[in-house]
């Protein structure tokens, strides 16, 4: 399983717009092969900061979305709303530790 992070900064006028096309194709997102699991996240202080969190099954079914017309759609319209460069990670979960 590979685990996906990117880091969006938006500019603060442009949240809603990004918000508004997150929630009309994050089900589209989720549901692409390779997909399972995805999670939205808002930094606690600067409010135009976001994360998305997803696991895919394989660096090979992250590539395939990437290069779908889903991923370029979704990806050229979000691009256009950020005030700093994205930071991705391609990660693995080592250790999980509970109490």
């Not at 994050?26 to 692409?32: L, S």
């Not at 996240?41 to 017309?69: C, P, V």
């Amino acid at each position: 399983m590979l685990i996906r992070i990117v880091r969006m900064t938006f500019k603060p006028e442009a949240v809603s717009a990004f918000l508004e096309n997150f929630e009309k194709n994050k089900d589209f997102i989720r549901n692409f092969p390779g997909c399972q699991h995805l999670e939205l996240w808002q930094d606690h202080s600067e409010k135009n900061i976001f994360l998305t969190y997803s696991h895919w099954k394989s660096e090979e079914a992250l590539n395939m979305y990437r290069d779908s017309e889903l991923f370029k759609s979704v990806w050229s319209f979000t691009k256009t709303l950020f005030s700093e460069k994205p930071q991705a990670f391609s990660t693995k979960k080592l250790q999980e530790v509970e109490s």
